[in-house]
């Protein structure tokens, strides 16, 4: 089958902005680096899955759906984006939060959620769940009991079908670079959810080409993040029916940036920001972005890449978390 065999609602704004960073790439005297910016793609300040979200809401409304639910943590992004796709069709939608990252009242009250809730979702909360999807499911039987048509939506919308979005997001990448006449070393993005690094590679593959897909975990080991990613990008190749097209050792996952944990700080990712703030006035986010950055930077820094390669760093999008996460930059010396 091809992509364009299944129901697709446009929410995107698309093709989102290949931009050069050449202020960033002067900076670290590295190679050259682009970004493409999937935090353009609308849904109350954008993200990478909305791209996702374009199928899996087509989904729910071919099956008559009235509800929407999903799961996430506090901060999530793809709660906010699948929070504002309910608005924008007129869907209900009903969310389960897991509060496994703890901060401070900012955290607990602005960011994400405070969007969230202006957008009119019912919110539920759970403490740290080993089955999150699971108890998310929970919730959407339940509400089907009472009288609902529901919809469950995966964590960061990330199945076989919510990864199409990311398939196709490779052929616009590609479209983009082509008639630009630039040639792409590798892609650095966020990796957490696995859909969008499964799309990617799939969407690549598809159009024969080999560029290594670089994902900066930021919520796990690489080793078991790649396990993970390549596990999905197999279910999109059933979805698809085109057999095994990616190989298990294209899967890149590189799990040295995201510690202490998930949407918890750390001082590369501080300087990951800030440096991309002052120098190109791009924003990028605590969680995901910046901590992807901070493994780009590092990886110029350590001769990874050189001044031959070119990169394309795709920012999925995250800012709305930034004023959640206020203290972390108001306690640290950003420098000039």
């Known amino acids: 089958m091809d992509i364009s065999d299944f129901p697709r609602l446009p929410l995107a704004h698309l093709p989102t902005p290949l931009e050069p960073l050449d202020n960033l790439s002067r900076l670290l005297a590295g190679p050259r680096i682009y970004v493409k910016r999937d935090d353009c793609t609308g849904l109350a300040t954008g993200g990478n899955k909305t791209r996702k979200l374009e199928f899996l809401v087509a989904e729910a409304l071919a099956r008559k759906a009235d509800t929407l639910v999903t ?7 793809h709660v906010r984006q699948t929070v504002a796709a309910a608005a924008k069709t007129g869907l209900r939608c009903e969310v389960l939060l897991q509060r496994e990252v703890i901060r401070d009242l900012d955290y607990a009250t602005n960011g994400n959620l405070l969007l969230d809730q202006l957008m009119g979702v ?3 909360y759970c403490d740290h769940s080993a089955d999150l999807n699971g108890d998310g499911q929970k919730l959407a039987d339940a509400l089907g009991r009472a009288g609902a048509k529901t919809f469950f939506i995966p964590a960061g919308g990330s199945n076989p079908l919510g990864a199409l979005g990311y398939v196709d997001c490779a052929f616009e990448l590609l479209r983009q670079t082509t008639d630009r006449q630039i040639e792409m070393t590798a892609i650095i993005h966020a990796t957490g959810s696995q859909g969008t690094q499964a799309g990617l590679l799939l969407g690549l593959a598809l159009q024969d080409r080999v560029i290594p897909v670089h994902g900066i975990t930021v919520s796990r080991p690489g080793r078991e993040q790649a396990i993970k990613v ?11 029916g085109t057999g095994p097209l990616v190989a298990d050792n294209q899967v890149h996952c590189d799990g040295g940036f995201y510690g202490p944990g998930y949407g918890q700080p750390n001082a590369q990712m501080i300087e990951a920001v800030s ?3 002052r120098h190109e006035g791009l924003l990028l986010d605590p ?4 901590k992807a950055m901070a493994g780009l930077i590092a990886h110029i820094r350590n001769g990874t890449f050189n001044r031959d390669d070119t990169l394309v760093f795709l920012h999925t999008g995250g800012q709305a978390a930034l004023s959640a996460y206020r203290s972390a930059f108001g ?3 950003l420098g000039e």
């Open 71 to 77: 799961v996430g943590a506090v901060q999530s992004n």
């Open 122 to 124: 019912k919110l539920h």
């Open 230 to 240: 390549l596990d999905l990008v197999r279910q999109t190749e059933q979805l698809l």
């Open 275 to 277: 440096l991309c703030a």
């Open 287 to 290: 969680v995901y972005t910046g």
């Open 331 to 333: 306690a640290q010396d």
